[in-house]
């Protein structure tokens, strides 16, 4: 197969958002479940920031409600309908069955304090892609693009020259 790519960077996520009795790897750590993506839907259609600003808090809990400010006012910039049409798509994939169809040099990239996906969901991803190693980072949350930019980009760098 052809492709485009030479190296792909999957950062802090999961290929399956939503738990289950079989999947424990999603979102929050195993307690995000179908009724709680409804709930989530249906604030984000009533309000973006009703949404956001609960789900910011909880992915970066050491921040003060003065230090959430700019990101909350940074976050409040984005198309409601934008965020909402993707949240359905984060939602209604699983793309376990797809990862062994990696074939790039993969990094997996986590935050070792994400409050929303934990070091088993890279172990699980790097056991699932082949050609992938984990990068973990200390001390970062989901958030780790604006905790620690100069790794992220030392770390795409080098998936760039792969």
Known sequence: MATRLSSVCIVD????????DEWKLGLYHGRFTVDDTF???TTMCNSWMDFAKPFIKEAIPYLSEEQLKPIYEATSTNSPHVMYSMWIAMSANDYRDVL??????T???YGEKS???SSETARYLNSNIPNSEIVAFENCTHFL???????LVEIVK???SR
């Open 145 to 151: 693009v604006l905790e620690n930019p100069q790794k």
């Open 39 to 41: 709930k989530a839907l």
């Open 107 to 109: 990094f997996i990239i």
């Open 158 to 160: 080098e998936a760039a």
């Open 100 to 105: 062994e169809n990696i074939t790039v040099p």
């Open 13 to 20: 996520m999961t290929p399956k958002l939503i738990n289950d």
């Open 115 to 117: 409050t929303l996906y």
